[in-house]
């Protein structure tokens, strides 16, 4: 249409390596991992969170991270990044060269306890700590509050809780502010809300959304985050994920989808969807099962009617 602005594009952070495979109990070999991870980027995905930096006795997946970003290291056009937890993950995120780390705690202290064993509060100073650690050592560090939007262990969470603790994490150094609905209870009211506040509170800092697709307003709520100005997705490719600590949980919003979504509004991802449904094919022909994202069914669908 003449005259018309062109609109802002967005970033599409794909998380099916971590927060999609961590709850996978069939362990996927570093050949696996790097081949979903080129299939990924070929399709144009410019950030992929790799793995994280935990015990290997508490998530199996993700034990070989390191090596994992030391095979790689050279990657041009796709900024690799990774999960850290505590100082020994960053030590282990400097020692393999990750140039873009992740945290997250979450605002609910029952959620955090059975998560993470700590209280929220504690979770929060120990983060703190850590992100100023990473700043320290020239590290690009994005932080996060899981159950930003509400938790199935204590209802709704005040967005006071929310800005309180997003306040340390903003002085600590972050460039990025990851607002998570780990418990797909946001709506998309919820998500304007409390993205405007953060962005008026912090207007240097940018905002990240990560929409866990429980309830099935993932969409819904990515397009409500849009519209408030949030400019970076997380996604899981296939909508892999979920998490053991929340019953009934699903996982991201499926890369396909929110591609799908996007371009169709003449908002760029920069990712072809042809080729990102290749990535939902190896998932699903390597985990030998369905997964739930929708584009794929429509696209094969199509494909079988054009011959
Ligand atoms: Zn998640």
Redesign the pocket.
Known sequence: MQGEQPKPNVLLED?ALR?GLQIESQIFSIDQKIELFSLLKNAGVRRIQVGSFVHPKIVPQMAATDELIRELSKQENTVISALILNDKGLERALACGVPHVSMSVSVSNTHSLKNARRSAADALGGMVDLIKHARSRGLEVRAGL?SAFGCVYEGPIAESAVLEAADKMVSAGITEINL?D?TGMADPYMIRSLVSQVSRRYPEVRISL?L?DTRGLGLANMFSGYEAGVRIF?VCVGGL?G?PFIKGAA??VPTEDAVHMFESMGIATGIDLNRVISAVDFLENALQRSLPGRMKRVVSAQQVCNR
């Open positions: 998380e927060d899981q998570a780990s990560h866990h997380d994920g998490c996982g991201n």
